[in-house]
Nanobody
């Protein structure tokens, strides 16, 4: 599966952008999807994951209550709605996919190219 993430940009603190991740290739519903981010000078970190049909989600503590992951398998797209952003959310955001749900929050196989989100104070 090929993934393409988009929707990033420069956002003011408190803003609410939505990232999208469009997939092509095999049926999108065959894959669990995760979002990760890499802040400057830091390692890439798990942000959120969603199961194949979208019935279950998991979040990192740092974004819980502010971010929402969702998916539309008809449109082959996953989303990350981000609310109440702070400068600490500045990072490159990556979407990822894997048919193995148990690896989607650690080492998924397929990655998108990343989209930069910069939060200004």
């Amino acid at each position: 599966v090929q993934l393409q993430a988009y929707g990033g940009g420069l956002v003011q603190a408190g803003g609410s952008p939505r990232l999208s991740c469009t997939a092509s290739g095999r049926a999108f519903s065959d894959y669990a999807v995760g979002w990760f981010r890499q802040a400057p000078g830091k390692e890439r970190a798990f942000v959120a994951r969603i199961t194949f049909s979208g019935t279950a989600t998991t979040y990192a503590d740092s974004v819980k209550g502010r971010f929402t992951i969702s998916r539309d398998n008809v449109k082959n797209t996953a989303f990350l709605q981000m609310n109440r952003l702070t400068p600490e959310d500045t990072a490159i955001y990556y979407c990822a996919a894997d048919s193995r749900i148990w690896v989607i929050d650690s080492y998924p196989t397929y990655w998108g190219q990343g989209t930069q989100v910069t939060v200004s104070s």
